[in-house]
């Protein structure tokens, strides 16, 4: 006899070509109508499953976890940020915790460059009024925006994110800075033309616009205190995408 697929359990719909892979390969309990589940109907939903596939929105306290069948050996985060699941309570009870590392790398840095692009040229602004049927026309001055190209960039957090950022920066000459725990390989440097800052403060006082790539942790949560702000360039722009 052949040994049974692994029960695996979906809590929130997928794209459509991983659910079909997933059915392939085990036997899978999908959510067809993507309803998030309450910690009750999770624990429930979990009886007779090997592994769990939640998303950032299910949060996995110790309670939950403790609750969840002897048989679940697996939780396969669909996402990369962890910290909705309690790490320590999964490793007390022998269950093995993954992640998805990368897989969202260059979305998150189309997003930041774009979010980069639209509050000084203020186009979501531009586009409320334009739908809400009020503009009375152009003028030279109204709506002005900021110019991107020729500012200066700082990341805060130069690992795949901060680096991804930086090369569609330098697409709009942006001169590239940058803070981080430990400086990048020289030819990173050299193809980026990036300008390494070791005083975080130091650096956000001479900068346009602030990209925060970085964990979301005890030590980041607070990155940009009230301080911190008020050193800031009058008009900078901060954009942040701190991840768990």
């Not at 949060?59 to 790490?87: C, K, M, S, T, Y």
């Not at 709506?143 to 795949?160: D, N, Q």
């Not at 616009?209 to 949560?221: D, V, Y």
Request: proline share 5%; net charge negative.
């Amino acid at each position: 006899m052949t040994n049974p697929k692994p029960a695996v359990l979906v809590t929130r719909k997928l794209p459509q070509a991983i659910e079909t892979r997933l059915m392939e390969l085990f036997e899978t309990r999908l959510n067809p109508t993507d309803e998030p589940m309450s910690a009750e109907a999770l624990i429930a939903a979990s009886a007779e499953t090997d592994v769990l596939v939640p998303t950032v929105t299910d949060r996995l306290a110790a309670e939950v976890i403790d609750a969840l069948p002897e048989r679940l050996r697996l939780i396969a985060n669909f996402g990369v940020g962890v910290d909705h699941i309690d790490l320590a309570a999964a490793a007390a009870r022998g269950i093995l915790v993954t992640n998805t590392p990368g897989v969202l790398t260059e979305d998150t840095a189309d997003l930041t460059m774009a979010l980069m692009l639209s509050a000084p040229r203020r186009m979501v602004e531009g586009d409320r009024l334009a739908r809400s049927g009020e503009w009375d026309g152009w003028t030279p001055t109204f709506m002005m925006g900021e110019r991107v190209s020729g500012k200066r960039l700082g990341i805060v957090g130069m690992g795949r994110i901060g680096t991804a950022v930086a090369r569609r920066a330098r697409g709009f000459s942006m001169s590239i800075h940058y803070h981080n725990r430990r400086r990048v390989h020289r030819d990173v440097e050299a193809e980026l033309e990036a300008t390494w800052w070791e005083d975080l403060d130091q650096m956000l006082a001479h900068m346009d616009f602030i990209s925060i790539n970085c964990p979301h942790t005890s030590e980041t949560r607070h990155l940009l205190s009230e301080a911190r702000l008020r050193s800031l360039q009058p008009h900078a722009f901060v954009v942040n995408t701190s991840r768990g």
